[in-house]
């Protein structure tokens, strides 16, 4: 059964706050209490959307109250009662108490009960454009700027081809069965290393799902101490904690009816595993600080790239936690494993920064392609994407060269990505000339390619004759394609 929108009744009076309670039971939640400071205490505790009180009360008044409520508890909506007398004071009060609406006394349970309907619907309309805002902030930039044109794309599945890619690449079964998986409503893990595109991959599945017209909210578990990242997911009440100095709503109920991406989900600890299986299991989340939960419900996309399975194996991850978020286990390749896939990805990620910086340019020279092929990236995405920016703000002309590559790109030029792992000097084994070899063709070709293949330039700086360098050249094979 979904949860009923909660209202307050302050009122000292209890024949009063009896009937305003029986008008209201049948559609709301109803708290009650005899005087502000009762209805202090009890907000400390409870959630509540909309309050309806009495103007005339011993010690605080009504106005006084709702002024005390609107500083501690903005998002209440409020609605106070009250006798004709009372009017100047009431209207004094109106805009520092930030009233919602003024209902004179006797009043009627129909009126009411309108009254009170509409103030419901208000708190949900408040609460719709946090989550609409909360999409806004959490977009990529360039998603940000689209925001609309997204919407009308998520049922094509946009978001899937957005993931840059070649033809033949591995990805492409990864998106395939992502695509296939979307639209059935299971909690998916998705493991990789750093920079891959997990988050692009949680976010595709998101648009290509029911839920794709609702909120997509992340949150980085391995970040946060267990009390914030609780707080950060489930909300918290007001003093609930050191610093909590207001309520605030969790992201799992700001992603009511959407999505949630759990990253590095591997990185959390027992205690909060334990919290988070509830929630999985319950559909109920308890922000901290309060007696009451709330139902939610939450799409999980959860990544990690951890090996959770020896992590349960070993003790360190719940095996129930694991079950849970594995309904469906999405494994994103590393970029070393999928080398075709550089060259489009390395002009996708020029294309965005030189609009970004406002430097158009041509594009790679093919000499710094095969150094970008080469290197056997273990940032992955994020790593290349961090070179090609690099790079467009050193260049001073229409392509950007192999010169302009960092020294650790450079250094893997002398052999190809398939061989990064498989060389000497990278293994440790061999004998030591072939080691020296294999270092020595590296660090020419680095040169060379620094000094844009002037000879002279690179003899100079190795300390060789250009006589000497040649020779070198030639033992190596290493020529100017």
């Not at 299991?281 to 600080?289: A, K, S």
Request: proline letters at 4%.
């Amino acid at each position: 059964m979904p949860n009923l929108p909660t209202v307050l009744v302050v009122d000292d009076e209890v024949r009063s706050q009896e009937s305003l309670r029986r008008t209201l039971e049948e559609e709301f939640e109803v708290f009650t209490a005899s005087g502000a400071e009762e209805a202090l205490a009890l907000l400390e505790h409870e959630w509540v959307h909309v309050i309806l009180c009495d103007q005339r009360m011993p010690g605080t008044s009504g106005v006084d109250f709702l002024r005390q409520v609107r500083e501690r508890w903005p998002d209440t909506v409020r609605i106070i009662l009250s006798g004709f007398t009372e009017t100047e004071d009431i209207i004094a009060g109106i805009n520092a108490a930030g009233i919602y609406q003024y209902i004179t006394k006797p009043w009627h349970p129909d009126s009411l009960l309108l009254s009170v309907r509409a103030a419901a619907q208000l708190h949900r309309l408040q609460r719709e454009n946090q989550q609409a805002s909360l999409e806004l902030r959490t977009s990529e930039p360039v998603l940000r700027r689209r925001v609309e044109a997204k919407r009308e794309a998520l049922k094509s599945r946009y978001d899937f081809v957005r993931l840059v890619r070649a033809k033949d690449s591995p990805v492409n079964r990864v998106c395939q069965t992502a695509q296939r998986i979307a639209s059935y409503d299971i909690s998916v893990l998705i493991t990789g290393e750093s920079g891959t595109g997990k988050e692009l991959l949680a976010r595709a599945i998101h648009s290509g799902s029911s839920r794709a017209d609702r909120v997509f909210v992340i949150e980085n578990c391995g970040a946060l101490s267990d009390t914030l990242l609780e707080s950060e997911l489930f909300g918290h009440k007001r003093g609930a904690f050191t610093g909590a100095f207001e309520n605030r709503i969790g992201l799992f109920e700001q992603a009511d009816g959407g999505t949630i991406f759990l990253d590095e989900i591997g990185d959390t600890s027992p205690a909060f595993q334990v919290k988070l299986l509830r929630v999985l299991q319950e559909g109920e989340i308890r922000p901290l600080g309060s007696s009451r939960t709330r139902s939610v419900d939450v799409r999980v996309i959860s990544a990690t790239n951890r090996d959770l399975e020896d992590d349960v194996r070993k003790g360190r991850f719940r095996e129930d936690l694991y079950y849970r978020l594995t309904t469906f286990a999405l494994r994103v390749p590393p970029l070393r494993e999928r080398p075709n896939d550089i060259q489009p990805l390395a002009d996708h990620l020029l294309d965005e920064a030189a609009r970004a910086l406002d430097k158009p340019v041509r594009g790679f020279t093919a000499e710094a392609v095969d150094c970008l092929r080469a290197y056997h990236w273990p940032g992955n995405v994020r790593e290349l994407q961090n070179e090609v920016v690099r790079m467009l703000a050193l260049a001073d002309g229409e392509y950007l060269g192999a010169e302009l590559l960092t020294p650790r790109v450079l250094r893997a030029v002398g052999q190809g990505p398939e061989d990064n792992d498989l060389t000497p000097t990278a293994t440790g084994e061999g004998l030591l000339k072939d080691r020296l070899e294999v270092l020595e063709k590296s660090v020419l070709k680095e040169t060379l390619i620094r000094h844009r293949w002037n000879k002279s330039r690179a003899a100079e700086e190795l300390g060789l004759s250009r006589v000497g360098l040649r020779a070198k050249l030639q033992r190596f094979g290493l020529e100017r394609k």
